[in-house]
């Protein structure tokens, strides 16, 4: 199980943070990520991490603006979002066990799902 937190409003150039607390699955498999899909769009690779060590991988629209991080003792995935503009407003999800590559998209675990809007 995946439940993220974090999402709300936020003005452009501020700053977010996503968290996601996973449970009943092994943390440590292959990569966790976050994906967001807007309405009407298709859902768009964010970020990635590699749990098994400090590989990190980003979206190029997202990159210098979002960092993804782990704490594996609290098995929680972080989604730091800073500067964010109006085209990240999107329902931002958390994902585990997939490519990292992938940037969290077609993971085999997913949330439900956090709402971020960005004005």
């Known amino acids: 199980q995946l439940v993220e937190s974090g999402g709300g409003s936020v003005q452009t150039g501020g700053s977010l943070r996503l968290s996601c607390a996973g449970s009943?699955?092994?943390?440590?498999?292959?990569?966790m990520g976050w994906f967001r899909q807007a309405p009407g769009k298709e859902r768009e690779g964010v970020a990635a991490?590699?749990?098994?060590?400090?590989?990190?991988y980003y979206a190029d629209s997202v990159k210098g603006r979002f960092t993804i991080s782990q704490d594996n003792a609290k098995n929680t995935l972080y989604l730091q979002m800073n500067s964010p503009k109006p085209e990240d407003t999107a329902m931002y999800y958390c994902t585990a066990d997939g490519p990292c590559l992938w940037y969290g998209v077609g993971y085999k675990y997913r949330g439900q799902g956090t709402q971020v809007t960005v004005s």
């Open positions: 009943g699955f092994p943390f440590s498999a292959s990569c």
């Open positions: 991490i590699y749990i098994g060590g400090d590989s990190t």
